[in-house]
């Protein structure tokens, strides 16, 4: 079980501090938020990614997008924020991904 | 806004110009039937599938699940109290049915013959292996369906009732 879970402490790992950066005013908060928002779609991410013939990247697309709502909602700042600071975190994330596991996103 | 979306476009686009990789491409399970384990005598056989170790007591077709991502793959080995013996890697990558039947070990290497077939191709007569045991475990995911459900359930509801709790806060 560890080691699928593995993934979801180095997506935490890799995208918390992006967010902490920008949120740098909130961090206590953010790292409750990031987690939460992270245990919300990874777990979803992973199963969609196995089970179905759903794109990875619309599959990233729908994380992005739910968790610049969650930073919206949860954090101060605009949309256009959220959604920059969502997208940098899950790139970072999906680069290392696709780099570690040797997968395409063809 | 509309500069930022077609950036985001635009990024995840460049990915696409990753290739040489195994891709998000839909592949078949496959079997592989492990026969004439008696011949390992005092050896156990094992696969090892991710982190799961399954002893093989008896011939068996053993299920690799297909991945849509990176191969699937397990290892075999035969052990005994001395220790194993080099261990052999399979893979789902190759789309074909695969038949190992032992023949017996020395010099600490598994002696056995492996035949390669096509996923269309008819099973090799699994109907014969005695006390054949099926594994299909639908990969470690499946196992982990229930689990990894409950956990975005639970999430969101802590998402949930943080939100409440900060709504209340502000408020006072």
């Known amino acids: 079980m560890m080691a699928m879970f593995q993934y979801f402490f180095y997506t935490l790992l890799m995208e918390l501090p992006v967010v902490t950066v920008f949120y740098s005013n909130e961090w206590k908060k953010i790292l409750i938020i990031g987690f939460l928002l992270n245990l919300f779609t990874w777990p979803l991410l992973t199963l969609l990614y196995f089970y179905t013939d759903i794109h990875l990247l619309f599959l990233e697309l729908g994380v992005l997008i739910i968790e610049a709502i969650g930073f919206r909602i949860f954090l101060v700042g605009s949309l256009k924020k959220a959604l920059l600071v969502s997208f940098l975190a899950n790139s970072l994330s999906l680069f290392v991904a696709v780099l570690l596991n040797g997968i395409s996103i063809l | ?172």
Do not use: W
């Open chain 2, 1 to 172: 806004m509309k500069k930022l979306l077609l950036f985001l476009l635009l990024f995840f686009c460049m990915f696409t110009a990753i290739a040489d990789m195994p891709g998000h491409i839909y592949r078949e399970p496959v079997n592989v039937q492990f026969k004439n384990i008696v011949s390992l005598g005092e050896y156990h056989l094992y696969i090892s599938d991710y982190d799961t170790l399954i002893e093989i007591k008896s011939d068996t077709t053993y299920i690799i699940t297909a991945s849509q991502g990176s191969p699937h793959c397990v290892i075999f080995f035969a052990k005994n109290n001395k220790g194993e013996t080099d261990s052999m890697n399979l893979c789902e990558y190759d789309q074909q049915n695969t038949v190992i039947e032992f023949n017996g070990i020395a010099e600490n290497k598994m002696i056995f013959t492996q035949i390669s077939l096509s996923l269309g191709h008819a099973s090799e007569d699994t109907s014969r292996d005695i006390n054949s045991q099926k594994i299909n475990d639908e990969s470690f995911f499946a196992k982990n369906t229930t689990l990894c459900i409950s956990l975005s359930i639970a999430a969101l509801l802590a998402l949930v009732l943080l939100f409440i709790y900060y709504k209340r806060k502000n408020r006072t």
